[in-house]
């Protein structure tokens, strides 16, 4: 019996046995440095079909089980996992939810997903709250450096802001 393909849209906060296509945007190891770099989980950015963009976490102890096959902007198909709720501060996308990989969790590599599957995702927000999480290391696997407005219109206007942003890149 084949199982329902869903997207990450779809997903609500339970167990799933339903399938998700995805890509793999990125990856990054969360050490405890209050012990030593221990190695908590490893977390995953991925984007579905429809450019939404969802946090995965892989805990220490599976991670053996898929770390050979995490290659940035692979393409997956992942089913039997847990959708739980994200903690605020660990937050890396829009979503209120995660996806949590478990005993039961299928991580196949695809070559030729159903639909196309964007190679990038962004996440747009305005110049205030760019301004907040500057050096938070909260949203994102890196730093804000800089947030600068490019034009001289009032703050509470529409406009661009240009953000300076300092990634490491361990993929």
Do not use: Y
């Amino acid at each position: 019996m084949a199982m329902a393909k869903v997207f990450f849209s779809n997903l609500k906060s339970v167990r799933c046995s339903s399938v998700v296509e995805a890509r793999l945007l990125r990856f990054w190891e969360a050490r405890n440095v209050k012990r030593g770099g221990e190695l908590m989980w490893m977390d995953l950015l991925m984007v579905d079909v429809n450019s939404t963009m969802m946090q995965v976490t892989i805990s220490a102890g599976r991670l053996p089980q898929f770390r050979e096959m995490l290659h940035a902007r692979t393409m997956f198909s992942v089913s039997g996992f847990d959708v739980s709720r994200c903690a605020q501060n660990f937050r890396l996308t829009d979503s209120s939810l995660m996806i949590r990989f478990n005993e039961s969790t299928s991580f196949q590599e695809l070559t030729e997903p159903v639909s196309p599957l964007p190679e990038e995702a962004f996440r747009f927000r305005n110049q205030s709250e760019l301004i907040g999480l500057a050096n938070t290391n909260t949203q994102l696997p890196g730093e804000i450096l800089c947030v600068k407005s490019t034009v001289c219109d009032p703050q509470e206007e529409k406009n661009r802001v240009m953000v300076t942003l300092k990634l490491d890149r361990k993929i």
